[in-house]
């Protein structure tokens, strides 16, 4: 598959080039040149198909040629060894739990993919890849982890300082050997900021090879539309409309979801759920998409101003606005709101979610008072012990933390202080 850059003033380029670059040079994300559906015979038999091999039939046209399919095969049952279960909370409302890999956080399946592809097409190559990457919490986690101890790949990880939780800063800043984070006085807009100038700074470029672990990177992004399969197979055979909200930073979320609708998959509607960061939302009542600078709230991996992904939707419905309307509705909610929620969820149905997923929920909420036959997913993005916290004062019941957190508590922090675009130019030349 061939890549073209959604600004247009780059030449069209190979997956391999795609993930190894990132960004096309002329600043825009790339783009599959063709989308081409799967037939409805693999949706009719997705009951006898594992995950791995709906994955593999799901994301080959987006990889081949360069990566052989036996390669790939290996890659995706990697990728994806542990659970995706759909927990159903109500007749109209289930919840698709994304957190049950290393880092606890649905970015896990990204990372792990796009790292062993960068593994692969690096195993020949003596020159070392720099992947720079902004986190507004879960992301650096999931790449510290992903990208640990591959060979010829330094991972720098770039952070807002005091903006993301303790766990969330244990995991990306306690692992060591290939991976360095960098805390930004600043928030994740400013860290997104910094890691865009980078790429096109010539005097870095010409000195190394940077990539972005971002969802901007079509290997991060791709493959987070295996989720809406994996949450249809298990629950087609009971809902016809099956409507997906998604809470919603960067929009690569769910805009990986509208791809796996392009590929056939019979999702009715999409949900954007936003906290006070709601760009989207104003968009679709206002049609104006005015970016603004990102508020802190207590769901600090969706605290995005101006969300990378957008585009990529806008490209999806060939910028027509009414065609993007009829298939997104947004909503955007308080933090007060969202701990309503969870501790909603608690009381009604004993579930505890973190603030992304109650973010997802109150989506689901309104969305079926406009639809009250449809079923409504929402995406558990994380596990609510990485926000500890808040989870805990909500439902005053103390949480036993799962082994994936508990293997990082206590280790010792290593991370550098930087304020400035020079300085995280001055760290990347030292190295
Ligand atoms: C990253 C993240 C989101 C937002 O996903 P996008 O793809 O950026 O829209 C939501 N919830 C959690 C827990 C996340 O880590």
Known sequence: MNYYSLNHKAPNTTFKNAVIKGIAP???LYFPETITALPKSFFDSIDNLSHSEIAFEAIKQFVSPEIPEEILKTIVEETLSFDFPVVKLNKNISTLELFHGPTMAFKDVGARFMAR???YFNQNNDREVTVLVATSGDTGGAVANGFLGVKGVNVVILYPSGKVSDIQEMQLTTLGQNIKALEVHGT?????????????????TSQMQLTSANSINVARWLPQLFYFMFAYKQLHKQHKDIVFSVPSGNFGNICAGMMAQQLGLPIKHFVASNNANNVVTRYLISQLYEPKPSIQTISNAMDVGAPSNFIRIQEIYKNNFDALKSNLTSYSYSDKETKEAMLEMYKNYNYVADPHGAVGYLGCKDYLKEKPNAHCVFLETAHPT???????????VKQA??????????????????????DLKAFLLKK
């Open 26 to 28: 002329d600043k825009g």
């Open 117 to 119: 592809c960068l593994g």
């Open 188 to 204: 994740f807009d400013d860290c997104q900021d910094m890691v865009k100038t980078a790429f096109l700074d010539e005097a870095l």
């Open 386 to 396: 990485k926000f500890l916290d808040v989870v805990e004062e909500v439902v005053q």
């Open 401 to 422: 933390l799962p082994s994936q957190i508990q293997s990082v508590m206590g280790k010792e922090k290593e991370s550098t202080i930087i304020s400035t675009y020079d």
